[in-house]
């Protein structure tokens, strides 16, 4: 697979999302929370996450197991957009702990799980290391 502008986009997206996503969990879990620095690297994840998802619908790969050119990788699509829209309700409605849990769980698997599956021989960065 050639790297594409499109490619590009989402990979710099993700890793952007990663690393902004860890500073936002640093930020609520330290000794001191910092509240605003928690919001405004929220805010920043979430547009991250949107595009990585969003950009991922267009990246097709033919060669691995797929249908229609979706991989399994693509099923992270709608997980993550439905664990960024379940937590931003579980925010408007006051549940905080719920919406943290959600948005741990949408960083493991969005970020960390699928960062690993990148890893693999074949794909772009795979093939870089």
């Avoid at 097709?60 to 992270?76: A, E, K, V």
């Amino acid at each position: 697979m050639q790297l594409t502008p499109l490619i590009a986009f989402h990979m710099s997206s993700a890793i952007a999302a990663t690393v902004v996503g860890a500073l936002t969990l640093w930020a609520r879990r330290s000794g001191r929370p910092r509240p605003l620095l928690h919001r405004i690297a929220g805010y920043a994840f979430v547009l991250l996450m949107l595009g990585t998802a969003i950009s991922a619908l267009f990246i097709r790969d033919f060669r691995l197991p797929n249908w229609s050119g979706f991989t399994p990788i693509h099923l992270l699509v709608p997980v993550t957009l439905g664990g960024l829209g379940l937590s931003f309700s579980h925010l408007a409605h006051r549940r905080i702990d719920k919406h943290r849990s959600i948005m741990r769980k949408t960083y493991i698997g969005s970020c960390v799980v699928a960062g690993l599956f990148t890893l693999v021989p074949g794909r772009i960065l795979g093939d870089l290391l």
